[in-house]
């Protein structure tokens, strides 16, 4: 069966304090890995996708990487409004597009 | 960036009646959407897969004459919770599949049901 687990669970920061959330993950044929971005009462924003080990992406102040076991979302310099919960997943090869497993996320606060 | 639609935001109801949740691709044609559940603090769960023009596809422990999903277009996907109950309670999202090159996968807002 298909696992993601996040780490930490929560995590605080103060603003410009650079971080890394963690997403490890055990499947069968991964078909891509996305991060995305939640806020309270809000559905999923979308972030990134990685596809093979050794990619990286980047937007703004976060950074996506990818290995064999996991993932990595690196967050440089953050600011109040990075505060948000950051989940990944992966859809694994035979799904749909949408059969997307999920981890439980990580709760990040950035205190100014 | 595509945005999907989806209303309403919140809504309480009483026991054993139905609601109604719209989803909406605004400006690109979805022939494939699906319906997330997410409670406090936990991760989405998919409930089903919405193909325009058949019907649905549910995992496994979702009973679908309970969440009754329609398809009827290629932007509009609805899903109807009947005879809630409070144990429906929830909040429920859906997300819509972008096709071709680059394909992405797009969420609503949620909409947050409460049963009284």
């Known amino acids: 069966e298909d696992q993601v687990t996040q780490s930490p669970e929560a995590l605080r920061l103060q603003e410009g304090e650079s971080s890394s959330l963690n997403c490890s993950y055990t499947?069968?044929?991964?078909?891509?890995l996305f991060w995305y971005r939640q806020d309270p009462g809000k559905g999923p924003e979308f972030l990134f996708t990685l596809y093979s080990a050794g990619e990286e992406k980047e937007k703004e102040r976060l950074k996506a990487t990818l290995t064999k076991k996991e993932s990595f979302l690196h967050i440089t310099a953050p600011k109040p409004e990075d505060s948000a919960t950051y989940l990944c997943a992966v859809r694994t090869g035979g799904t749909s597009y949408g059969k997307l497993t999920f981890g439980q996320g990580t709760i990040l606060t950035v205190h100014p | 960036g595509a945005v999907v639609s989806q209303h309403p935001s919140w809504v309480i109801c009483k026991s054993g009646t139905s609601v109604k949740i719209e989803c909406r691709s605004l400006d690109f044609q979805a022939t494939t959407m699906f319906w997330y559940r997410q409670f406090p603090k936990q991760s989405l769960m998919l409930m089903a897969t919405?193909?325009?023009?058949?019907?649905?596809?549910?995992e496994q422990g979702v009973e679908k004459d309970k969440f009754l999903i329609n398809h009827a277009s290629l932007t509009l996907s609805t899903l109807t919770v009947t005879s809630a109950h409070p144990e429906d309670s929830s909040f429920y999202i859906c997300?819509?599949?972008?096709?071709?090159?680059?394909?992405?996968?797009?969420f609503g807002s949620g909409t947050q049901l409460s049963v009284l």
């Open positions: 499947v069968s044929g991964l078909r891509g």
């Open positions: 919405s193909n325009e023009g058949s019907k649905a596809t549910y």
């Open positions: 997300s819509a599949r972008t096709v071709g090159v680059g394909e992405k996968l797009f």
